[in-house]
């Protein structure tokens, strides 16, 4: 590997009585190298051997050093870096050093900490570049905070930072969460697409959760369309997104052919995808289906438990809806009103009063 080879020439350099002593660039090597190989625990030890040699390490050093402990997933760390540096009296944090440890901020979803980040970096007069926008629009989304994310993404704009794919994937995702669907919608449409580049499978997948969120399954189709006219591949993400939104327009015969589809493109339906085909079959067949989700060891939620009991109501099978009821209770939940609903439904569809007098009085 390339920083075994860098350390080792760095200690040749340090124990070598006729070379001369390793010097910021020596250093800086290494450095590049064990963060090139994601060797974060090295790197944070040749910025101390830094120091002890008598060799202050400048900002790029530091600003690596930040870097490799927030990609190794050691926020805390990194940050703890970032503030070492601004403690140091001849050195002052640049746009690469904010947006690292914002960076690293965003990892913890410390969105508060990012809002003091980018106050200090209005007070030393650094300006923010897409990295820090992108880390601060992604933690924003992460939380919940939608307003904030849309108002940083607009005052990024107004100065003039040129937006990527991951800038408006996440904010149409942080618009999208806030159930601002329509906002998500018109970024998608009046921003991402008229820049070249700026869409991709995730862009697509994010507008298509705010057209299930609006209930927009035409436009979440069309976007489909679209998304594979510019060559794109769909992944379990959009299908997720579009068969949800069918299935809220009840348009069952889609959510099969998305199932379908899915399953030719290789492609494993994940929890959302089975539950919200569930409500598209007839109730034996739904049954399998459900099954078939519990033998892949992905947790029914909400949706798929109440498509199942509604399934089994539609087809006067309160046996089954009874069943689930009980599936239900025994993973931890409580039935929905809805469910309860739906099975007093299959009961007295099968002339079953006593039942749906039961299951009245627990609700």
Request: with cysteine; glycine share 4%.
């Amino acid at each position: 590997a390339q920083w075994a080879l860098s350390l080792a020439l760095l200690q040749e350099m340090q124990g070598a009585k006729f070379v001369e002593a390793p010097d910021i660039s020596s250093f800086g090597a290494a450095l590049s190298a064990c963060e090139a190989g994601r060797r974060w625990q090295q790197v944070l030890q040749l910025l101390g051997a830094m120091r002890t040699s008598g060799v202050p390490p400048d900002i790029v050093a530091c600003n690596t050093a930040i870097s490799s402990c927030f990609r190794a997933e050691r926020w805390e760390l990194a940050l703890s870096v970032f503030r070492d540096l601004q403690r140091e009296k001849m050195l002052a944090p640049n746009v690469v050093s904010f947006s690292a440890a914002i960076s690293a901020c965003e990892r913890g979803r410390l969105w508060q900490q990012v809002l003091e980040l980018l106050d200090e970096m209005r007070f030393h007069q650094v300006t923010p570049n897409v990295v820090t926008v992108n880390a601060t629009i992604s933690v924003l989304e992460k939380t919940r905070h939608w307003q904030l994310a849309l108002a940083f993404f607009t005052l990024a704009r107004q100065n003039k930072v040129i937006p990527n794919v991951i800038t408006f994937s996440s904010i149409i995702s942080a618009c999208e969460k806030g159930e601002q669907w329509q906002r998500s919608l018109a970024i998608f449409r009046d921003e991402a697409m008229k820049l070249p580049g700026n869409v991709n499978v995730v862009t697509f997948g994010a507008a298509m959760a705010a057209c299930e969120r609006g209930s927009k399954w035409e436009e979440a189709l069309a976007l489909s369309s679209e998304m594979r006219s510019r060559a794109l591949r769909p992944n379990v993400i959009t299908y997720s997104a579009l068969a949800s939104a069918c299935e809220k327009g009840q348009q069952w015969d889609k959510v099969l052919a998305l199932l379908a589809d899915m399953r030719r493109d290789a492609l494993r339906p994940n929890a959302v995808t089975y539950s919200a085909s569930l409500g598209s079959w007839h109730w034996s067949r739904a049954l399998g289906l459900f099954q078939e989700l519990l033998l892949q060891s992905l947790p029914p939620d909400a949706v798929a438990f109440g498509n199942m009991v509604a399934s089994c109501a539609r087809g006067h099978a309160w046996h089954q809806a009874l069943a689930l009821m009980q599936h239900i209770r025994r993973c931890g939940q409580q039935p929905s009103v809805v469910i309860y609903n739906s099975s007093m439904s299959a009961c007295e569809k099968a002339s079953q009063w006593s039942l749906v007098l039961d299951l009245m009085e627990q609700l």
